[in-house]
């Protein structure tokens, strides 16, 4: 099952220099993880902000909020989820 992510992140500027560095290094190995897994097929920059659009494909909703929220950035971040459908007029959806 796909859905679409949008994530927010917004660190907290008092938190230590050498904790953000940590946080971001164990998001980005976590993140890196996912991928390889193919749980995580999409992660895209949206350009000039600190956010990012995804692209999961899970088994379940509770699956996907249960990865989400072990992300090491996920106290920080805000998250909007989609959850995506077959269109009909895909072109591979055609027969
Ligand atoms: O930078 C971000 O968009 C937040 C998060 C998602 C992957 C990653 O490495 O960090």
Same mark, same amino acid.
């Given at each position: !099952?796909l859905?679409?992510v %949008? !994530?927010d @992140? #917004? /660190? &907290? %500027?008092?938190?230590? &220099? $050498?904790?953000? #560095?940590?946080?971001?290094?164990?998001? =980005?190995?976590?993140?890196?993880e996912?991928?390889?897994?193919? @749980?995580?097929? %999409?992660?895209?920059? /949206?350009v000039?902000? +600190? #956010?990012? /659009?995804? @692209? *999961? $494909?899970v088994?379940?909703?509770?699956?996907?909020h249960?990865?989400?929220?072990?992300?090491?950035? *996920? &106290? +920080? !971040? =805000?998250i =909007? @989820?989609?959850?995506?459908? /077959? %269109?009909?007029? $895909?072109? =591979?959806?055609?027969?």
């Open positions: !099952m859905f679409h %949008h !994530m @992140v #917004a /660190i &907290p %500027h008092d938190l230590a &220099p $050498d904790r953000r #560095a940590a946080l971001v290094a164990e998001e =980005k190995a976590r993140a890196l996912l991928q390889r897994s193919g @749980v995580w097929p %999409h992660l895209w920059r /949206i000039g902000e +600190y #956010a990012n /659009i995804s @692209v *999961f $494909d088994d379940s909703g509770d699956d996907l249960a990865l989400l929220s072990s992300l090491p950035l *996920f &106290p +920080y !971040m =805000k =909007k @989820v989609t959850p995506l459908a /077959i %269109h009909p007029s $895909d072109l =591979k959806a055609q027969s």
